[in-house]
């Protein structure tokens, strides 16, 4: 029995200790990611279901990460997939780095009050205004952007469309990211051979290959590491020419619109 209970004793250390690691390094974390869930209208309800999936993937990946983000979810205003990850999840609103936005996108940035001054003197992170005051360090993450990320920067938010659209709805996020009048950039994935056929990533695989690129600071490490076999299998055998690499704009006015795919438009 004192063995027993020893090991039982021993197994809630290790487990507290665990989760003050965990608390700690989410507390540490610098890069803000945006998962913008504001695409309800989009989707089917399995595209909903399958969407709850990839989140909890996106968790799982920020917490075992060496460095984690701080994950944020827009329009989490109780209806659609918001509604799914509260339902679905047990425990969902005790995840430990996320920070959830009841409205979408669009209007966390246009939004202006007399709360404005208050909110000024919180955590950036944890402050319902850190878009409409940080609007000039938002980038949009889309394939049909001309401009390409070279390096990740801490004092960039960089945003991925949370929905799966199977080619459906082209060039959605650019043209959104266009319409917010914010940045838009690329990941250099058509840098390597074996991403030549399809830039189409899910929004794990996106999310995945931003944190993978927080610690090794390697595009071509993060893609191997960060995009199963399966899909750069096929691309292997056919090589085409190397996309043209720009730098992201800093100024809104300087946006562009060119490309062929959408990180928005996600598959299984």
Partial sequence: RKEAFRKKNEKL??????????????????????????FDDVMTPAEKQSMVKQIRICYAVNKKAKISTRLHLTNMNGEGTSRDLREKIDGFE?????????????????????????????????????FSRRKKD??????????????????????IGGFIDRNRHK??????AEALGIRHARLPINDFPQMKSSSVLTVNQCFEILVTQLEVNDWKKTIKRSVPLRKTA?????????????????KVNEVAIDGDTDYGELSD
Avoid: C, M
């Fill in 94 to 130: 005790n995840w430990q780095g996320i920070y959830t936005h009841n409205n979408p996108l669009l209007f966390e940035i246009e939004q202006r009050g007399t709360k404005d001054d208050e909110a000024r003197n919180k955590n950036d992170y944890d402050d319902e205004f850190i």
């Fill in 171 to 176: 060039l959605k996020t650019l043209h959104k």
């Fill in 13 to 38: 250390k290790d487990a507290q200790k665990k989760e003050k690691e965990t608390k700690e390094k989410f507390a540490k974390a610098k890069q803000n990611v945006v998962i913008d869930l504001d």
């Fill in 234 to 250: 096929a691309a292997k055998a056919k090589l085409a020419e190397a996309t043209t690499s720009s730098k992201i704009p800093t």
């Fill in 138 to 159: 938002l980038v949009y993450l889309t394939a049909d952007s001309p401009f390409e990320i070279d390096t990740l920067s801490e004092k960039d938010i960089y945003i």
